[in-house]
């Protein structure tokens, strides 16, 4: 799925300047011992666990499940708020910046296999934790670690 309309039509007025954008991503877990689903993308080429941007009247739970179903053709449940973060600044190739206050959640299965949707990856599979492929980004690794976490609490950073 390209950039949703309304962030094209925010670009008109903001032109390239960083704008601030809801971003949702689910660590899907499933089996004993378990597995992470993820997918590579169609623009990087890399693996990362799905994610989306949060459409305006969109709940973000409710995005997630919208993406997974897209991008993967896997319906989730959503079990818990994972992680709560503001990301480092993105600048793409055509100028554009932004940054994403990127809500993590961890997520079951709960029908579909999975399989490419929308264009936006090229290959999903599952994946055993100790065997995570060389190129998931170290934020992608370390979303897996805190959706693992026995810990029910989000995690919020702050630069204190």
Same mark, same amino acid.
Do not use: K
């Given at each position: ?59 973000? +739970? ?9 991008e993967?053709?896997?319906r989730?449940?959503?079990?818990r ?9 993105? !600048? ?18 709960? !029908?579909g296999?999975? +399989? ?27 979303r ?8 029910? +609490? ?7």
């Amino acid at each position: 799925m390209p950039t949703p309309a309304y962030i094209t039509e925010l670009r008109e007025f903001w032109g390239r300047r960083p704008l601030l954008l809801p971003g949702v991503s689910g660590v899907v877990l499933r089996g004993e011992p378990a597995q992470v689903l993820l997918g590579r993308r169609a623009d990087t080429g890399r693996w990362s666990v799905p994610a989306g941007i949060v459409e305006p009247g969109e709940q973000p +739970a409710d995005c997630l499940t919208r993406e997974l179903w897209e991008e993967a053709r896997l319906r989730v449940g959503v079990e818990r708020l994972v992680s709560v973060v503001a990301e480092p600044e993105l !600048s793409y190739p055509n100028g554009d910046r932004c940054q994403f206050i990127s809500m993590t959640f961890r997520c079951r299965p709960l !029908s579909g296999e999975a +399989a490419v949707g929308d264009g936006e990856l090229v290959a999903v599979g599952w994946f055993d934790l100790d065997g995570l492929p060389d190129d998931l980004s170290e934020r992608g690794r370390q979303r897996v670690a805190e959706a693992r976490s026995p810990d029910p +609490a989000c995690i919020f950073l702050t630069d204190e």
